[in-house]
């Protein structure tokens, strides 16, 4: 039997204004044609302006949300987001490790869109440690490449075309293992990332929009990959058209932002945008 339809897991955080986290991750996947499944690594309570609170469940009963799912549903693709301690990201690592999962997209999320930071320099560590060699690519903007590699955010394209290979430096050399780099932070009409697998760097330029709607981008571009990831498995070059489609449709979701009328801070992109009559 052909599985035409992916099943892809998150596991994030819940971001009860929908914008970022868990809930825009499942909205990416269901916009994308992938199935969502959720695994919860955390609770926020958290608007457009502002994180007021986190609480994380306890390990234990991480571990058997991820253990229970695996044990009936076929995964094809995983996003990581929001993982806050370093018990999480030691519980997760060992049990993604235990499922052999692949397609493992990790979008290190340390820093909120409002500043709020949700990742502790230990978990950090943990992260580096455990987590990146699960992980099939990952997909940091400047300041958290500027974290995993100790050193202040790239400032120019120049530093990010170094960053980048320093990145890739941190993943397993003997596998296909990618890096997007995400250069929104740079001042400009238009931003670039970089996409690398340790041999070739792609430039991925794109205008700029002007919207202060880009509340949980970063998620919904990682959540957008790993949906495509599967779907794309048989492309002439699998990985860099996902890649490329998610951005696009991302883009779109950004240019359609402005049609939400979500809070008074940064809003969410519209994950719906290709689906909702106008």
């Known amino acids: 039997m052909s599985h035409s339809i992916p099943n892809v897991l998150t596991i994030a955080g819940i971001d009860p204004s929908g914008g970022a986290g868990i809930y825009a991750d499942i909205k990416t996947f269901s916009a994308l044609g992938a199935y969502g499944c959720g695994v919860v ?14 609480y994380t469940p306890p390990l234990d009963f991480l571990r ?12 094809d693709a995983v996003k990581l987001g929001m993982l806050g301690t370093t ?25 909120a869109k409002s500043g709020d930071d ?35 955010a790239p400032e120019s394209l120049k530093e990010m075309y170094r960053a980048a290979e320093r990145l890739r430096n941190l993943l397993p050399v003997s596998s296909e293992r990618w890096v997007l780099l995400k250069g929104g932070h740079l001042p400009g009409d238009e931003l670039v ?17 002007n919207t202060k709607n880009t509340h949980g981008t970063g998620c919904t571009l990682s959540s957008a990959v790993a949906a ?7 492309a002439l070059h699998p990985v860099e058209t996902a890649v490329r489609e998610a951005r696009a449709w991302l883009l779109a ?26």
Not at 120 to 142: C, D, G, K, Q, Y
Not at 228 to 234: F, G, M, Y
């Open 118 to 152: 949700l990742l502790s320099s230990s978990a950090v560590a943990m992260l580096r440690e455990a987590l990146l060699p699960r992980a099939f690519m990952i997909t940091p903007n400047l300041p958290e490449a500027g974290v995993l590699l100790e050193q202040r």
């Open 41 to 54: 690594a955390a609770l926020t309570a958290q608007n457009t302006q502002a994180v007021t609170g986190v």
């Open 64 to 75: 058997l949300q991820i253990d229970t799912l695996f044990a009936d549903v076929r995964i």
């Open 228 to 234: 495509l990831l599967p779907q794309r498995a048989q």
């Open 253 to 278: 979701a950004i240019a359609a932002a402005d049609r939400l009328d979500v809070g008074q801070g940064h809003g969410p992109v519209h994950h719906f945008h290709a689906l909702w009559r106008q």
């Open 193 to 209: 990332d970089l996409l690398f697998d340790g041999d070739r760097m792609i430039e991925l330029p794109t205008p700029r929009i």
């Open 87 to 111: 018990g999480i990201v030691a519980t997760v690592a060992d049990r993604l490790a235990h499922f052999a999962a692949k397609n493992v997209v990790l979008d290190p999320v340390m820093v």
